[in-house]
T-cell receptor, first 110, second 117 residues
Framework: DQQVKQNSPSLSVQEGRISILNCDYT??????FLWYKKYPAEGPTFLIS?????DKNEDGRFTVFLNKSAKHLSLHIVPSQPGDSAVYFC?????????FGAGTTVTVRA | DAMVIQNPRYQVTQFGKPVTLSCSQT?????MYWYQQKSSQAPKLLFH???????NEADTPDNFQSRRPNTSFCFLDIRSPGLGDAAMYLC????????????????FGPGTRLTVL
């Protein structure tokens, strides 16, 4: 049962523009939501997180928004840079465990 | 640099031939995890160790076993690999999250890609 879903497998964006990645979840017990970034031949690395009691968290070019009523979160990257080209995983945590989405491959075009 | 190391990076085995994947960490984290990730799918948690306590996910097949001889090392044993077990296997670690919060940043190794012939 997939509790975290990323419905867009890929996203292509021009350098300098905004990238918006979306994620939906079903389990209301999740208390933290995270985004991980993965380059080829490397493991996922933590990017940004948000507590379930917040609706926004910002870290430099990265902002995560949480809409609990809709069970939806999104990651905004502004401005997008070529080094942002990677797979982005949405994840949610409860009791030590992470549940992941299937990932969105972001390609930033020059 | 503190890190999570997985060996080998690529493993080829034959159908039914037991295989062991290795993970080590220099982070001194209490918790170690094994995930299976098939192509274009979400990483799926197989099991985790909290110190020496083993926690199996309900839907993890019996074919998968794990050992954690000490804090630094954790092994994934696949007793009789089938073609459906071909995947990327990711090891991760995290700190003890018993400080009042369940937020746990997990640190991942680069993964071992398993091919079953």
């Amino acid at each position: 049962d997939q509790q975290v879903k990323q419905n867009s497998p890929s996203l292509s964006v021009q350098e300098g523009r905004i990238s918006i990645l979306n994620c939906d979840y079903t389990n209301s017990m999740f208390d933290y939501f995270l985004w991980y970034k993965k380059y080829p031949a490397e493991g996922p690395t933590f990017l940004i997180s948000i507590s379930s009691i917040k609706d926004k968290n910002e870290d430099g070019r990265f902002t995560v928004f949480l809409n609990k009523s809709a069970k939806h979160l999104s990651l905004h990257i502004v401005p997008s840079q070529p080094g942002d080209s990677a797979v982005y995983f949405c994840a949610a945590t409860y009791d030590y465990k992470l549940s992941f989405g299937a990932g969105t491959t972001v390609t930033v075009r020059a | 640099d503190a890190m999570v190391i997985q060996n080998p990076r690529y493993q080829v085995t034959q159908f039914g031939k037991p295989v062991t994947l290795s993970c080590s960490q220099t982070l001194n984290h209490n918790v170690m995890y094994w995930y299976q990730q098939k192509s274009s799918q979400a990483p799926k948690l197989l099991f985790h160790y909290y110190d020496k306590d083993f926690n199996n996910e309900a839907d993890t097949p019996d074919n998968f076993q794990s050992r954690r001889p000490n804090t630094s090392f954790c092994f994934l044993d696949i007793r009789s690999p089938g073609l459906g077990d071909a995947a990327m296997y990711l090891c991760a670690t995290s700190r003890d999250a018993s400080g009042g919060s369940t937020y746990n940043e997990q640190f991942f190794g680069p993964g071992t890609r398993l091919t079953v012939l």
